[in-house]
């Protein structure tokens, strides 16, 4: 009897741990990824740029569902965030990025100069945030910003 208890144990342990895998490669769904490369573009008189290059491209095995874009202004351990104006953006950022789709937009950095000013913030570097319906969070690299 002793033997046939410890028997059972074991083909319950191994039969539990072969359910776990099963259901895991069942229902796991593969991680999203967004590259997000942003760059600054130059003024043709030579000033500080004010226009971002903004390029998404869905690298995952997945589409992602978007939400809109936010612009993170940083400065040392300080940042303010803003949501992107879909109107103010020059082209129409998708609702559904499917795998291996890219978009191109171009964001006006001067329409948060205001904002900045009304609360006293210089920021040196911004970047694109870019979050998804689930919560993920996609960023780009940030760029040093001088207005």
Do not use: W
């Not at 573009?41 to 978007?66: F, I, W, Y």
């Not at 965030?81 to 109107?87: A, F």
């Amino acid at each position: 009897m002793d033997n046939l208890s410890s028997l059972t144990i074991a083909l319950s342990i191994v039969g539990f741990i072969a359910l776990i895998a099963i259901l895991v490669s069942l229902f796991y769904k593969p991680g999203k990824k967004l590259d997000v490369i942003t760059t600054l573009q130059p003024e043709e008189d030579g000033s500080t740029p004010h226009n971002m290059n903004v390029e998404v491209t869905n690298t995952g095995k997945n589409r992602v569902k978007m939400q809109s874009p936010f612009v993170k202004f940083s400065h040392g351990t300080g940042s303010m965030i803003y949501k992107v104006n879909p109107h103010k953006i020059h082209c129409r950022f998708p609702r559904i990025l499917n795998v291996g789709e890219k978009v191109n937009c171009t964001v006006d950095l001067t329409q948060y100069h205001e904002s900045l000013d009304n609360s006293s913030f210089h920021p040196t570097h911004v970047k694109i945030v870019i979050k998804d319906t689930m919560g993920m969070k996609f960023d780009s690299h940030s760029i040093h910003y001088k207005r």
